[in-house]
């Protein structure tokens, strides 16, 4: 939603006429046209700007969406969602700011001599590591200042360590920095496109972990692109098209030091706009993603996705609806007021996973502290049921032992397709985090806990280091917990300390 002005962007995402507005202040509809095009400034002296932003205001509450207070966090204002005269104020001031010229001296060189085929221009240059974190702080800060909408591009062909640590860890200084502005960005309304132009062929699953909440923010889209060249050099671009570009570069046979270029000219940031048109219309969509609650559309992506007589692994601290019996899944339900057309919905879920556990080999590795919780306290929350079902679900101890329960009796437990372990023990899984692969099929993750989304994938590539991951870690998991009559016991612990 490319749009002319900071208001532009406002009337269009609340769905506000410029006759509505223009109404509201008692003043001309060719003033506010003219401030929504750019053509004239947001005075703030003589209390239009304020005018406007309670206007403005008072129509997202009544609406009901945050817009506005999302913008305001972005841009790391300390309002209140409910102190109305803080949110007034920032957003007066953000209205009525003047254009600023953003540049800034890096003591870069001018040109000494004009080229018959070209055109003299200021770039800034920035060195090394500490240059390249300069370079996209200024980048984002820069991207704060336009209005909301525009589309922002990434081009990553590993120009940047993004990380100099293991991804699972907290070693990812950077990427954290990077998360802050991309969450920004996201809450402020521009679009972000990320193109992988060198998937991680070894542990592309590491990647996925460590950018899991970026590919599931609203607004992003991630797509894949074949290497572009040899590995003489590696290249990572920032693009704001008729803003600036950004083209961080490093060379691995000359220790990998990066080195960043800014421009801000419209003949070079054109040239990137080409050059990212280019690559975008020979990149395949990489990570997809569907609403956690429509898991019906889900379920279809998987049955169509899978290959038959393939191993399937899934990884998951919840059970309720992939392995409880259907008849149990709806008393639990009932019993939380759920509506008879959701449970039957619900109940249709249960049985349509049922179905596809006996199309395929499927193999669970289940978090068994989730079991373990359930001794300490009198209520249990399903992240998962809540998430579908839009309420909380929960579970008392009465329905925590019939849970138990089902999970002996089920068929696939039975048939020595579940194994318990603790994630705690096990640290190289994610907190919270869900995984079911197919080699050669399909790759899907999900968090409910955190996101709102389930992301799915059907790259070769990812699929492999995925499925590789899994396979990796039945190695770690204690031969213990593959034996039937320990898991028989643990259950059977758990269940009688209820």
């Given at each position: 939603m490319e749009t002319l002005s900071k208001l532009d962007y406002i009337l269009k995402a609340l769905k506000i006429s410029g006759k509505e507005t223009a109404a509201a202040l008692h003043i001309d509809a060719t003033t506010v046209s003219k401030w929504r095009n750019g053509q004239r400034k947001i005075p703030y002296k003589n209390g239009q700007a304020r005018q406007l932003s309670v206007f403005l205001l008072q129509k997202e509450a009544e609406l009901g969406v945050p817009v506005i207070f999302n913008i305001l966090r972005a841009l790391k204002v300390q309002v209140h969602p409910d102190h109305l005269e803080q949110q007034v104020k920032a957003l007066s001031l953000w209205f009525a700011e003047e254009n600023l010229d953003l540049r800034r001296d890096h003591n870069a060189q001018l040109p000494v001599f004009t080229p018959k085929n070209g055109y003299n221009t200021n770039i800034s240059i920035f060195l090394d590591e500490d240059g390249i974190d300069e370079a996209i702080a200024y980048y984002f800060v820069y991207a704060l200042r336009l209005p909301p909408g525009k589309t922002m591009y990434l081009i990553d062909y590993s120009g940047i360590h993004w990380t100099n640590g293991d991804e699972i860890t907290e070693k990812q200084i950077r990427i954290n920095a990077c998360m802050k502005f991309f969450r920004a960005i996201s809450n402020y309304g521009h679009k972000?496109?990320?193109?992988?132009?060198?998937?991680?062929?070894?542990?592309?699953?590491?990647?996925?972990?460590?950018?899991?909440?970026?590919?599931?923010?609203?607004?992003?889209?991630?797509?894949?692109?074949?290497?572009?060249?040899d590995g003489s050099y590696h290249y990572t671009n920032f693009l704001l098209a008729n803003e600036l570009a950004l083209q961080c570069i490093s060379n691995p046979d000359f220790g990998g030091k990066p080195h960043g270029m800014l421009y801000t000219n419209k003949e070079t940031v054109d040239f990137f706009a080409n050059s990212v048109s280019g690559i975008l219309k020979k990149s395949k969509r990489l990570i997809e993603s569907v609403p956690t609650k429509n898991i019906l559309p889900m379920i279809a992506i998987i049955k169509k996705s899978l290959k038959p007589n393939r191993p399937l692994y899934m990884l998951t601290p919840a059970l309720t609806l992939q392995i409880i019996d259907a008849d149990l899944l709806g008393e639990i339900l009932r019993a939380n007021g759920i509506n008879e057309a959701l449970i039957e919905e619900c109940m249709l879920i249960n049985k349509k996973i049922k179905r596809l556990q006996t199309a395929t080999a499927c193999s669970y590795v289940c978090n068994l502290d989730i079991l373990e919780s359930f001794v300490a306290v009198e209520y249990v929350t399903d992240s998962n049921l809540s998430e579908i079902c839009g309420t909380k679900i929960i579970l008392s101890k009465e329905y925590q032992r019939k849970f138990i329960d089902s999970i002996m009796q089920s068929a696939i437990y039975k048939n020595n397709q579940v194994i318990f372990t603790s994630f705690g023990y096990l640290s190289a899984i994610p907190d919270d985090l869900s995984i079911l692969v197919q080699e050669d099929g399909f790759v899907a993750a999900w968090n409910v806990k955190k996101y709102q989304k389930r992301l799915y994938c059907l790259n070769l590539d990812v699929i492999s280091g995925f499925y590789r991951y899994l396979d990796d870690l039945k190695t770690t998991i204690p031969k213990t917990c593959w034996n039937r009559t320990w898991r028989d016991k643990q259950l059977q612990r758990i269940r009688e300390a209820l």
């Open positions: 972000l496109v990320i193109v992988d132009c060198d998937t991680d062929v070894y542990r592309p699953y590491r990647a996925i972990f460590r950018w899991m909440e970026l590919y599931l923010m609203d607004g992003v889209e991630v797509w894949s692109h074949p290497p572009l060249q």
